[in-house]
């Protein structure tokens, strides 16, 4: 193994938390990480981890070593994607996380049109809705929706994501049709989440603001699952459109308090604050905010399909 093959090791060990972490995200035995590392110390003449039965912790040597192997690593990727040119092949592994729901409904094609594209570049995908440390589980790159809390992400803009308030007519039918949010109070509710207590803000077309909570009738956590329970008559759901709009444009479902205006929120594509960024991420992040943009498809009337 060369230098920069060492020096990415260790980078891994690192931000892994460990050698046992490290070596199950490159696929190799502890056994060789453990010896790689200790050949790596051994030709340095330094101690890079303090390392004891229960913990590890970098010592002054290592720390230097790892801030400086990381831009060492970023120039070399830099320099390479500069030197084959714009036109030069895609290819490695892009390892990214994708929301479980959204990533299988409307990323699934655009995946394949790109993988279609750079059929040298392979994909480590994991589809979860649970917010992955990039950094420490070696991922390049995630697509998330909502709120961007961590700062030393850098994010971009892909989608606006909107809601509907909407119940099936069988629903409807029974229990009668809210005609203001103070209504709501007398209907079943499917809350996303598991929270016992949940809130839902409308504005009125006063520009008023209103602040719900939702005593809900069913709670889960997965969209897919409150939309099947909604067409299937067991109470209003407050869902984003992305999950909803075929079960609206089939009449499965009708919305409601379209006279109320709901919050949005957004769907980002989210890597780590210097670091490079691969040519692969960035030709992906630009394909996927095409596609998609601050009026998607699915939002569009009429409805349209991929």
């Not at 092949?89 to 790109?114: A, C, N, V």
Request: hydrophobic share 40%.
């Amino acid at each position: 193994m060369g230098q920069l093959e060492d020096m990415a090791m260790f980078i891994r060990i690192v931000e892994a938390g460990g050698i046992t972490k490290a070596a199950e995200q490159l696929n190799i035995a502890k056994s060789a990480v453990s010896r790689r590392l200790n050949d790596l110390e051994k030709r340095l003449n330094s101690q890079l981890l303090s390392r004891t039965t229960r913990k590890w912790s970098l010592t002054e040597a290592g720390t230097l070593y790892y801030q400086r192997a990381l831009n060492i690593l970023d120039e070399v990727s830099s320099l390479n994607e500069k030197t084959s040119g714009i036109q030069g092949r895609i290819e490695g592994t892009l390892k990214i996380t994708l929301p479980l729901s959204f990533g299988l409904m409307h990323l699934t094609e655009l995946i394949d049109k790109y993988a279609r594209l750079h059929n040298s570049l392979n994909f480590q995908i994991d589809f979860s809705d649970r917010h992955i440390n990039l950094i420490e589980e070696g991922y390049e790159l995630a697509i998330r929706i909502g709120e961007l809390q961590d700062s030393s992400y850098q994010a971009r803009l892909l989608s606006k994501i909107r809601f509907v308030i909407c119940a099936s007519p069988a629903y409807l039918n029974k229990r009668g049709i809210p005609e203001s949010h103070i209504d709501l109070a007398q209907h079943a509710l499917l809350q996303y989440g598991l929270s016992h207590q949940g809130n839902l803000q409308l504005t009125d077309a006063k520009g008023r603001k209103h602040r719900l909570p939702i005593d809900s009738k069913m709670r889960a956590n997965n969209g897919d699952f409150l939309l099947d329970m909604a067409i299937k008559g067991h109470g209003i759901v407050h869902i984003p459109t992305f999950l909803a709009y075929k079960a609206l444009n089939r009449g499965e479902l009708v919305p409601l308090l379209e006279h109320y205006q709901l919050q949005e929120i957004n769907a980002y594509a989210v890597y780590p604050k210097n670091r490079f960024l691969s040519q692969r991420s960035r030709l992906l992040i630009d394909f996927v905010a095409q596609h998609l943009g601050d009026n998607p498809y699915w939002d569009q009337e009429p409805l349209t399909y991929p």
